[in-house]
């Protein structure tokens, strides 16, 4: 049985990945709550932690994103407080000029004793960038993945150069200095979706997040394989890591008796902000409230596993069998979810393996 990476999606956003009405204590994040699940994911054998970027939430009662916590200025935090893990924390790239998550990047690197990396967010949400005026020109949209190539070439030189240049259509870098050098290098993941951001992973990343709610294991199987051959042309490997929520109960029936009770009192409010937004990607185009399936709204499409912890392990090792590098889990509940997880499914894992 192939090793699978066990990562934890950090809950720096209210609501993380559910649209349920009923918000958790927790809901709104705190440092003290995420340092108290990624201690939780580390004794328990996980291997990494991503933390993700929002600028702007969906509204409804639970106020659903509308809270978040800067993942950079966490994850340095969290680097602190914690000495195994793999640490990643998400850029905005239209955000921040490189030179500036250069240089954080390398100090997280220093703080984590090498244990950092950077998830490259090419933006796709107009409405985020827009209210900061960082969104000039509806064209952003089209260009991203260039603009992120320039990106990566600006983080590159300065990671590896004495004297850096580089010169680009967005960027202009010459003679630049940045010492110290990270410790190693920085391992770049990159969760678009899209034919461009394959393109753009197969060149820079060594990771790609992947997962909607309608792929199977099959489905999986074949973009991890479509992203491996993609980046084997250009002499590279990456895998991929399966984003997923999950519901993991004594029994199947209790599991989905539980997903039917958020689906019962979903925020719908925040699921229609959600998907007014999902207007501004060129890809989603056509997709509407009426037409988009239910257990898709309220667990944001994406993937989903539902069962007993036979069931939920099983999943685990099927997308381990099919080469599938790791999986990277949010769960409703954070505080009860995931003791009850590394206690009851994991030993069920032939796929977990750590390396404490
Ligand atoms: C694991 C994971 C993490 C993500 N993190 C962020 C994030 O931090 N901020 C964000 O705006 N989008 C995030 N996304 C969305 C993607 O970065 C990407 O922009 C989106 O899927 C659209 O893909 P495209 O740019 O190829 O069209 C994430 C997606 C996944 C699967």
Not at 34 to 41: E, F, G, I
Not at 97 to 107: D, G, N, R, S, W
Not at 223 to 239: N, Q, W
Request: with cysteine; aromatic share 12%.
């Amino acid at each position: 049985m192939n090793k699978l990476d066990f990562g934890l999606f950090l809950p720096n956003t209210s609501g993380i990945t559910v649209f349920g009405a009923e918000p958790f204590p927790q809901n709104v994040p705190t440092f003290a709550y995420n340092k108290s699940v990624l201690q939780t994911a580390e004794a328990g054998g996980f291997d990494f932690a991503l933390s993700q970027v929002k600028w702007r939430g969906f509204g409804g009662e639970t106020h659903h994103w509308n809270y978040s916590l800067e993942a950079f200025s966490l994850v340095s935090a969290l680097a602190a407080c914690t000495s195994r893990m793999q640490l990643y924390a998400s850029v905005a790239i239209r955000t921040v000029h490189p030179a500036v998550i250069a240089k954080m990047a390398t100090t997280i690197d220093d703080i984590s004793g090498g244990r950092f990396g950077v998830n490259i967010v090419s933006g796709w949400n107009k409405v985020e960038y827009d209210q900061f005026g960082l969104w000039d020109e509806d064209a952003y949209y089209n260009y991203r993945y260039k603009y992120a190539e320039e990106y990566m070439g600006v983080l590159n030189a300065l990671w590896s150069e004495e004297s850096a240049t580089y010169q680009g259509k967005f960027f202009h870098v010459k003679d630049a200095e940045m010492l110290p050098k990270p410790s190693r290098r920085l391992p770049i993941v990159c969760a678009g979706q899209s034919d461009e951001a394959i393109e753009f992973i197969s060149k820079y990343a060594d990771y790609a997040f992947v997962g909607r709610m309608k792929d199977d294991v099959d489905a999986l199987a074949s973009l991890s394989d479509k992203i491996k051959e993609a980046a084997g042309e250009h002499g590279r490997e990456v895998g991929s890591l399966v984003l997923m929520t999950v519901i993991a109960e004594d029994t199947d029936e209790a599991a989905i008796a539980k997903r039917d009770a958020f689906i019962a009192n979903a925020d719908d409010a925040a699921i229609r902000g959600w998907m007014g937004f999902q207007v501004n990607d060129t890809h989603k185009q056509g997709i509407t409230y009426d037409s988009t399936p239910t257990l898709q709204k309220v667990f944001m499409g994406l993937h989903l596993v539902c069962g007993s912890y036979e069931t939920v392990a099983a999943h685990m090792d099927a997308l381990a069998e099919r080469g599938v590098k790791g999986v990277c889990l949010s769960f409703p509940d954070y505080m009860a979810d995931l003791p009850r997880f590394i206690a009851k499914v994991l030993p069920h894992c032939k796929s977990y393996q750590p390396v404490h």
